[in-house]
């Protein structure tokens, strides 16, 4: 059965293993810095709701479709889904979720990489005692500071690449098996412990409230693209991570209990993200919707007055950073892997990957200062006093600064001008489209193109029914949901 090959890559030491280093994978800044930022941004518990129906209904369905065919083929996701799509003679562009997968975890690494940096100058600076004291106000300028500085954003960067290229150098068994398996459980009992500080917060009922409390007429379209793309990214679907892991899974480990786990855990950590995150918001009278600046303002005002909190801070981050660092090698694994098939080197693939990525990454290091102002979809509405909308402009780019100014001399009409920044389009791209994108393909692939009998074989479900189950969502409930979405996005 091709399902006990070895491919040239290697094997899991056991199904735990696997399930450690998808953990590492799913769980990174998504979890503790995008969730709770973009839950600020749409408003919170009406935008949680649709998140977890998001990860149960498509999110977990679609990552066994993914780990499936990576255990089936045991190679990088290009070759896979090559192989896999000659074999069961499915459509040519089923080749190309490989390559899309490979060039959407390019852009995405070149971004997390300069977050992943922040992570980096935090731990130092919780390290060094900068925070102790902080009020709300300086722990924004701090944060200010750090991103009108291009220069110190693209060391930090660099450290961060330079960290994910060595242990990828060294192949992922080597370097990352046996840190993680004692980080990862650190992580949690620092969540623990932090959520027990949030705890004693006054504003801990509000943030409790915001994350929870649902109110239907809070959801736009908008929320739910959102909602449905971070599902992906929070679980690393869509673009080849968790097949390149698939492809070193046991063959006989069963497939529905083990994405269940990984699944449940992720989703735990971002929850306990947000019951961490905005009792302190509410609590220091900060803003929930502060954007992506929300962790690094709000979390040094609580370690700043918290005994021991140069201590735990430091701890803090540097576990954020653990598992961005996870979470950026399998970033890069796909395209690394693809690359050692043709023939390269481990180290040389690493290297070109990772420069390719930091190059592309000054483009979001710039996003932040230089070029905040240089936008693209730049939508511009103007509306009289009287609050009738009387002007309508989308421009494909524009510098928004030049923009107010032009069309403040226009008079009479108070202007609304929002575009995306270069960081915001690659991360609206990648998460918003390209990634539920491959997610579906994959779906699909699975759901219609390989036998019955093939699918059966390789999940090993013990449960007749759970089998039927799982395959209707992925056959049915996961495309349509992705396209209603695209669809509703688009119009
Ligand atoms: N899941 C990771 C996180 O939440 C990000 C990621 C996306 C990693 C896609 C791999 C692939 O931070």
Redesign the pocket.
């Known amino acids: 059965m091709s399902s006990e090959k070895r491919g040239m890559h290697g094997i899991w030491a056991s199904r735990w293993t696997f399930v450690l280093a998808a953990v590492g ?7 503790i ?2 969730f709770p930022y973009i839950t600020g941004e749409y408003g919170g518990g009406a935008f949680v709701l649709v998140y977890l129906l998001c990860i149960f209904s498509v999110g977990i369905p679609v990552m066994m479709a993914e780990v499936l065919l990576g255990r089936k083929a045991r190679m990088s996701p290009i070759n896979t889904m090559h192989q896999l799509t000659r074999t069961y003679k499915a459509p040519k562009f089923f080749a190309g979720i490989g390559w899309i997968g490979a060039v ?2 390019f852009f ?1 690494l070149s971004f ?1 990489s300069v977050i992943a940096g922040w992570t980096v100058y935090y731990s130092l600076e919780m390290m060094t005692g900068h925070f102790v004291g902080i009020e709300a106000e300086q722990a924004g300028e701090t944060f200010g500071a750090l991103l009108s500085d291009p220069w110190v954003l693209m060391v930090f960067h660099s450290i961060f690449m330079i960290l994910v290229g060595a242990v990828i150098a060294r192949g992922v068994h080597r370097g990352l098996e046996s840190s993680l398996r004692m980080l990862m459980p650190a992580l949690f009992v620092m969540l623990l412990i932090l959520l027990g500080y949030s705890l004693t917060l006054p504003g801990f009922a509000q943030g409790f409230d915001f994350l929870f409390h649902f109110e239907p007429e809070k959801l736009g379209t908008e929320a739910i693209l959102v909602a449905l793309g971070h599902s ?8 080849g ?2 097949m390149a892991y698939g492809a070193y899974m046991p063959a006989d480990s069963p497939l529905g209990k083990t994405i269940v786990t990984v699944g449940v855990m ?1 989703t735990l950590v971002a929850l306990a993200a947000g019951l961490v995150i905005f009792p302190i918001v509410f609590s220091n009278g900060l803003e929930p919707g502060a954007g992506p600046g929300l962790m690094f303002q709000t979390l040094p005002i609580a370690f700043g007055s918290l005994p021991g909190g140069v201590f735990i801070g430091t701890i803090f981050f540097v576990l954020v950073l653990i ?2 660092w996870s ?2 090698i ?2 890069a694994e796909p395209a690394v892997a693809w690359a050692v098939e043709k023939g390269f080197s481990r180290v040389r693939a690493t290297v070109f990957v990772c420069l390719l990525a930091w190059v592309l990454g000054l483009g979001t290091v710039l996003s932040f200062n230089h070029w905040s102002d240089k936008q693209f979809f730049v939508s511009v509405t103007g509306s009289s006093e009287s609050s009738e909308q009387v002007y309508e402009d989308f421009l494909l780019y524009a510098d928004v600064a030049e923009l107010k100014t032009d069309l403040g001399e226009t008079g009479g009409l108070q202007y609304n001008v929002a575009g995306k920044t270069f960081f915001d389009v690659l991360d609206f791209l990648t998460t918003n489209i390209m ?1 539920p994108l491959g997610g579906v393909l994959i779906s699909l692939f699975v759901g219609w193109f390989m036998t019955r009998r093939a699918v059966a074989d390789e999940a090993r479900f013990r449960n007749p029914q759970l089998f039927r189950t799982w395959r209707f969502m992925i056959r049915v409930v996961s495309p349509l949901a992705v396209l209603f979405v695209f669809y509703q996005g688009l119009s």
């Open positions: 994978s799913a769980v990174g800044l998504g979890n810095w995008k959407a975890g995405i997390y992906f990214f929070t679980l690393s679907l869509g673009m991570a968790i992720d598992a961005a979470s950026a399998s970033l990634l």
